[in-house]
């Protein structure tokens, strides 16, 4: 147990930020916003503190704390990382500052509001990927869908009745979800309480199911996990549990759209990786073939319906669909390769999507239409905003040399390691990616100037900081990834669900990619 809260202070720094927020006299929106990004930068510091203070090869869980919570339940405030928890609250910390100062002009007439629900949602969803004890994990899960809620339902771009639509949608999809997962988590502890001194703890419950303390009968296992998968899939999104997606990205204001697909949806894979995979091995194993169809279907008909989008930000959206049926192909191809490339896909996409959708922003910004067809010409009267956009856009393709091409090509290799049908499906994915993404750029950057867009300026120094990290970070991880494999690689190795025993090939494979 770490002597100082590092991570604790860390989940709890964006609060400073609402405190300051909430205590300024009327009519100060600006400084609203300013103690906004600064507190965001503060709490990127304080996740880089956590990384540097996290020893690669250690323990798997550290920075831990434990606190007790509703003792009559054994259920406590206990918080910890390992090296794929830590990748992804770096990835937050990096996005929700960026995010910020893109939406410096969103908000209405209620800033104070939109930029305190953005902290708000920045603790929990740094609080839901430390948390070590299930039950918090769980409440963190379900408690993120309220900001989520209010910053779409009421910040949204269109009118009140498809952005009210769009969140209800929203919210009614994953308090679904969750109450699946609630059972399920009512389940694990009635089992796990009989065995397990802490039956909330997922650490100890992880090594009872390793080393065979903890048992489940094979139906009270595979209905567990369902209860688990399905949340999990709802979040995801996965195929056919998407459909609330492309309304809530296309409602929201971009910057809700990254932090609702770049950070949000990742809950989802790492809840599969982590919970279902190392709870439920003998399950996962079951479901394996169905999850994986699942997979691909969802890779193959995100890609197909985002080459038929007329509105820029569904594109997108879609897109994301096609990406994380990838990821989960990852997650469930049982291979190190393919659980390190999905674990690194989940933070390359968080990036790539997140520059994608700023930048979409901004043309929306200056055009007032999401039509792609309302555009054209543009990188001939904003250069710089249209180089950007190319970039992030063949980052999404996966172009070699930008980071998504790294994560997904361990993603595929992985994959055709032990399903090679699944993996030659999903490549058919690459192909369908140049397309859309090439079209949508062709479409809106290239051909005549249009009169809407022949006044168009060429991005801000505030738009500029607010991208140029991500591009930055699109083009280091590319050519050097291992500044993130360096954590993920121990923390797959080191996983129950690879274990020597219960999967000895994979095992090997772990430590061959580990080296």
């Not at 002597?3 to 964006?14: C, D, E, G, K, R």
């Not at 279907?297 to 897109?319: C, F, H, N, V």
């Not at 595929?412 to 369908?432: C, H, N, Q, R």
Request: aromatic share 12%; glycine share 8%; charged share 10%.
């Amino acid at each position: 147990m770490s002597s100082f809260p590092y991570l604790t202070v860390t989940i709890a720094s964006p609060l400073v930020g609402v405190a300051g927020i909430a205590l300024l006299p009327r009519g100060q929106q600006k400084r609203a916003k300013e103690i906004a990004v600064a507190t965001s930068v503060l709490t990127l510091v304080l996740a880089i503190i956590d990384a540097v203070k996290f020893n690669v090869g250690g323990a798997q869980y550290q920075l831990t704390e434990n606190h007790s919570w509703i003792s009559q339940f054994h259920i406590n405030y206990s918080i910890g990382v390992d090296g794929i928890a830590l990748v992804l609250i770096l990835m937050t910390a990096v996005l929700v500052p960026v995010v910020l100062l893109a939406s410096w002009h969103d908000g209405k007439n209620t800033p104070r509001a939109f930029f305190s629900l953005m902290l708000v949602l920045e603790v929990m969803m740094i609080g839901v990927f430390a948390a070590t004890d299930v039950f918090m994990f769980y409440v963190l899960f379900e408690a993120l869908l309220i900001p989520s809620y209010f910053l779409i339902g009421s910040y949204g771009q269109s009118g009140e009745k498809h952005r009210s639509y769009a969140a209800v949608k929203f919210l009614l999809y994953n308090l679904l979800g969750g109450l699946l997962m609630l059972a399920a988590v009512i389940g694990l502890y009635v089992v796990a309480n009989r065995t397990v001194a802490d039956p909330f703890n997922f650490p100890a419950l992880a090594h009872a199911v390793s080393t065979g303390q903890l048992h489940f009968s094979t139906g009270v296992e595979r209905w567990l996990f369902l209860g688990f998968f399905i949340a999990f899939a709802v979040k995801a999104p996965l195929w056919p549990f998407h459909t609330w997606l492309p309304d809530a990205a296309a409602e929201a204001t971009p910057g809700t759209a990254v932090l609702l697909v770049g950070v949000l949806d990742k809950i989802g894979t790492f809840g599969m990786l982590r919970f279902c995979l190392e709870l439920f091995p003998n399950a996962s194993h079951y479901f394996t073939p169905a999850i994986l169809v699942l997979a691909v279907i969802s890779t193959l008909y995100g890609a197909l319906l985002a080459i038929g989008q007329k509105d820029m930000k569904r594109l997108i959206a879609y897109t994301s669909i096609s990406h994380f049926g990838l990821i989960t192909l990852g997650v469930f191809a049982w291979t190190a390769r393919g659980q390190v490339g999905a674990t690194l896909y989940m933070v390359n996409h968080g990036l790539s999507t997140g520059a994608l959708f700023l930048l979409a922003g901004f043309l929306i910004t200056r055009r007032g239409s999401t039509e792609i067809d309302a555009y054209g010409g543009v990188q001939k009267v904003a250069p710089l905003l249209a180089g950007t956009f190319l970039v992030a856009g063949l980052s999404s393709l996966a172009l070699p040399g930008l980071s998504s091409f790294v994560s997904e090509f361990l993603v595929l290799v992985g994959t055709f390691e032990k399903y090679p049908v699944a993996a030659i499906f999903a490549v058919t994915s690459i192909v369908l990616a140049a397309v859309y993404i090439l079209w949508l750029y062709q479409r809106t950057m290239t051909g005549p100037v249009t009169a809407a867009v022949s006044g168009f300026k060429d991005l801000s120094r505030r738009e500029i900081a607010a991208v140029a990290p991500l591009l930055a970070l699109i083009l280091v991880l590319g050519f050097a990834p291992g500044i993130l494999t360096k954590y993920i690689n121990p923390a797959v190795t080191q996983s129950t669900s690879l274990s020597v025993t219960q999967h000895p090939s994979t095992a090997t494979q772990a430590q061959g990619s580990q080296q």
